[in-house]
T-cell receptor, first 113, second 114 residues
Framework: NAGVMQNPRHLVRRRGQEARLRCSPMKGHSHVYWYRQLPEEGLKFMVYLQKENIIDESGMPKERFSAEFPKEGPSILRIQQVVRGDSAAYFC???????????FGNGTRLTVT | AQSVTQLGSHVSVSEGALVLLRCNYSSSVPPYLFWYVQYPNQGLQLLLKYTTGATLVKGINGFEAEFKKSETSFHLTKPSAHMSDAAEYFCAVSETSGNTPLVFGKGTRLSVIA
């Protein structure tokens, strides 16, 4: 049973470009969470999705950031017009239900130059 | 609002010594509490969790944590440190109602000296 798969592992973008981060949850998991980790910081919640629905996006910046979890395919975190402050590790986690512990992927490390 | 405070961003212990990583939380409802470990360039792995019931929780790799409601604490311990325990450790809290995202502390980096 494969774990949570995130790709790419490393992503380099120039300022102003778009970044797309993908997350395939564990088999049987319909709940997906995105977290951002800045250097020397803990993980900060961004968004919580359940198949085709955004449940909680209270941690996601209102501008330039969006997330989706379509009926088919991976969850996507999209950052438009990236800035240097977006450089961070972005982690996806999944669970079979809202009460279950999270299983984390290995993250996507975004570097904005 | 929930919050987690981890005392000490960096803890260093000798191999074979006691490991104690401190975590205090704030929650307006009975909390779910978690400890996660992160190895370099990897995601987080669940060490242990407290939901309800027994306040002393045993996890993987010989770690355990005790929920103390009166002290709002959930400190992580291991009797004897091993070199492989060197990693970043995160304490997290969520509400019992479920569908509530985890709130993480800033983490404690554990170094183990031979």
């Amino acid at each position: 049973n494969a774990g949570v798969m995130q790709n790419p592992r490393h992503l380099v973008r120039r300022r102003g470009q778009e970044a797309r981060l993908r997350c395939s949850p564990m088999k049987g998991h319909s709940h997906v969470y995105w977290y951002r980790q800045l250097p020397e910081e803990g993980l900060k919640f961004m968004v919580y999705l359940q198949k085709e629905n955004i449940i909680d996006e209270s941690g996601m910046p209102k501008e330039r950031f969006s997330a989706e979890f379509p009926k088919e395919g991976p969850s996507i975190l999209r950052i438009q017009q990236v800035v240097r402050g977006d450089s961070a590790a972005y982690f996806c986690a999944s669970s079979p239900s809202g009460d279950s512990p999270l299983h984390f992927g290995n993250g996507t490390r975004l570097t904005v130059t | 609002a929930q919050s987690v405070t981890q005392l000490g961003s960096h803890v260093s212990v000798s191999e074979g010594a006691l490991v104690l990583l401190r975590c205090n939380y704030s929650s307006s409802v009975p909390p779910y509490l978690f400890w996660y470990v992160q190895y370099p360039n990897q995601g987080l792995q669940l060490l242990l969790k407290y939901t309800t019931g027994a306040t002393l929780v045993k996890g993987i790799n010989g770690f355990e944590a005790e929920f103390k409601k009166s002290e709002t604490s959930f400190h992580l311990t291991k009797p004897s440190a091993h070199m492989s325990d060197a990693a970043e450790y995160f304490c997290a809290v969520s509400e019992t109602s479920g569908n509530t995202p985890l709130v993480f502390g800033k983490g404690t980096r554990l170094s183990v000296i031979a």
